[in-house]
Each structure stands twice: as structure tokens, then as C-alpha cells.
């Protein structure tokens, strides 16, 4: 029997599922914006110590890290990128809640919301 498991995300790089992707084009297209991309990134905060941050923003800062996947593009700045390297971006609406997910191999202990970690 063969294994249905993903592949495993480089390391080197941030990806997105489609269903995030769909669903940040949907928030924009909502907010009548045009051109845009997904700032993805991390802050200090939280209840582990770092903070996932989320926003749809018109175009990536000059020490952006761009990576497009789905046709969205994605912006990440340098210094969250040691953070971020090898994450998945998912959204989900289960029965557990709706919103974005982070499956980060960097987190070394997470929070029960999901929102911070610590690596």
C-alpha cells in the first residue's frame, strides 16, 4: 500500500495552500483591492514568544522575500524568514474554528490558539 502522505515543504521556502491562497484573493477582491500580495511574517509577543502576523498589503517592502504560489505572492521579510522557513499556510473552517493555520517545523512549543510559538 502506498502512502497518501504531502511531500515535504523545502526548507528553503514558505508555501501556501490553495484554500489559503483562494481565501486571501477573496478578502482582497472584498476590499476592492486590485493589485496585492500576503505579508507573512513574525513579531515578538504572544503567549510563547513569537506572533504570527497576517496582511493583505499592496506590494512587498525593498527587504521582502517574494514567493508566489497559487498566484499569490507572498511577502516575507528577511528577518521573519528564519522563523518561517519550511511553514505551510492553510486556512480551515472546521468543526475546531476558521482561520489560517501555520504548520511551522521551527516551532519548537506553540500555543493552544495557534497564533504564537516559540523556536
Do not use: Q, W
Not at 56 to 61: A, F, K, N, R, S
Not at 83 to 94: P, R
Request: proline share 4%; glycine share 12%; with cysteine.
Amino acid at each position: 500500500m502506498v502512502s497518501a502522505s504531502k511531500p515535504a515543504i523545502p526548507a528553503n521556502t514558505i508555501v501556501i495552500t490553495e484554500k489559503a491562497a483562494s481565501k486571501v484573493k477573496e478578502f482582497a477582491a472584498r476590499d476592492g483591492m486590485d493589485a496585492f500580495g500576503l505579508k507573512v511574517g513574525v513579531k515578538g509577543g504572544g503567549c510563547s514568544g513569537l506572533e504570527y502576523v497576517l496582511d493583505i498589503v499592496d506590494g512587498p517592502d525593498a527587504d521582502d522575500k517574494v514567493i508566489v504560489h497559487h498566484g499569490l505572492e507572498l511577502y516575507v521579510p528577511k528577518k521573519s524568514y528564519v522563523f518561517l522557513a519550511g511553514t505551510e499556510l492553510d486556512f480551515t473552517d472546521g468543526l475546531n474554528g476558521k482561520g489560517f493555520v501555520f504548520t511551522n517545523p521551527n516551532a519548537k512549543r506553540t500555543c493552544g490558539c495557534g497564533s504564537s510559538f516559540s523556536a
